[in-house]
């Protein structure tokens, strides 16, 4: 089964740049609970 894209590659970079952009959120949010 592939993607709309037509890869499957493509979905999988999607759902890794998402996961990485969590993570940064989730880090900048630590660093501003820890600054107040």
């Known amino acids: 089964m592939t993607s709309i894209g037509g890869s ?3 979905a999988n970079k999607m759902k890794t740049k998402a ?3 969590r993570l940064r959120n989730g ?3 630590l ?3 820890l600054r107040q």
């Open 8 to 10: 499957p590659n493509y």
């Open 19 to 21: 996961a990485v952009d």
């Open 27 to 29: 880090k900048k949010q």
């Open 31 to 33: 660093k501003d609970i």
